[in-house]
């Protein structure tokens, strides 16, 4: 009887667990959809992702587009500097046929367009791949879209992430890393200027770092995590959320 009930007692926990971690699409649904598009992102609130997140870089004619690289060849095929290219030429790619022929014509998206779409009750994740000169055109774009209390932001770039919390002092601000040396010296400053946690890559979320981030008040998110073993473990360690190309497939593994 003992054993019967303690068994079910771990298995409710374990659904309670894991109905508290949000899931994150990494650059939309991008297992399934060309990355950092207007599809991959449309697609990961539809499989059910609390949260997507797209990479942005500012073009020299002051627009925020939706992009990973500094230069456009992987998944355009035509090899531009995104920082130094108009996003005029920009928009005239074909940044989805990489992916799957059924992609073609997907354009490399303005935030707007994905600011657009975000469902009512979900969020999205901005990672600013520049420093802080993007900021204007971002405030404006965020600002004109009326979704700011949905929007999320991540960056590795101290000063970036920095000033993004200065500028919206109300919205989530993550600093991303991978490194545990960098990470074990600003942890402490990430939590007394005020940001609402660190976004680390899953391998950083250990029991020492769950236990500092606690003590300090801080919120742990972690990336890219595809594998429900992976995420299991993030996930018992007290992740809120999990950052993956996989959003709708890792949510039922784990169920």
Not at 54 to 70: E, F, N, S
Not at 134 to 159: D, P, Y
Not at 164 to 189: M, R
Not at 202 to 223: I, S
Request: proline share 4%.
């Amino acid at each position: 009887m003992k054993t019967t009930f303690l068994l079910f007692f771990m298995i409710t926990a374990s659904f309670s667990l894991f109905a508290q971690v949000e899931f994150v699409g990494h650059r939309g649904a991008s297992y399934l959809a060309p990355e950092n598009t207007v599809a991959a992102a449309k697609l990961g609130w539809e499989l059910g992702a609390e949260g997507v997140e797209i990479d942005v870089y500012l073009t020299p004619d002051q627009r925020v587009v939706a992009i990973h690289d500094k230069t456009t060849k992987r998944t355009t095929g035509v090899d531009l500097v995104v920082s130094e290219t108009k996003s005029k030429k920009l928009r005239k790619l074909d940044a989805g046929t990489w992916k799957d022929e059924k992609f073609a014509g997907e354009k490399i998206p303005f935030v707007e367009e994905v600011l657009k779409i975000i469902p009512e009750d979900r969020y999205l994740v901005i990672e600013i791949k520049t420093g802080p000169e993007i900021f204007t055109a971002l405030q404006k774009a965020i600002k004109k879209s009326g979704k700011e209390k949905q929007v999320k932001f991540i960056a590795f770039n101290w000063e970036t992430i920095l000033t993004a919390k200065k500028l919206f002092p109300d919205n989530d601000c993550y600093w991303l890393t991978s490194s545990a040396k960098d990470l074990d010296n600003k942890i402490g400053e990430c939590a007394a200027l005020g940001l609402e946690g660190i976004d680390v890559n899953a391998k950083l979320v250990t029991p020492e770092t769950m236990a500092k981030a606690k003590k300090l008040g801080l919120d742990v998110w972690c990336w890219t995590v595809d594998k429900p073993e992976d995420a299991k473990r993030v996930a018992e360690l007290g992740v809120s959320a999990i950052t993956t190309n996989r959003p709708g497939w890792l949510r039922e593994q784990l169920k």
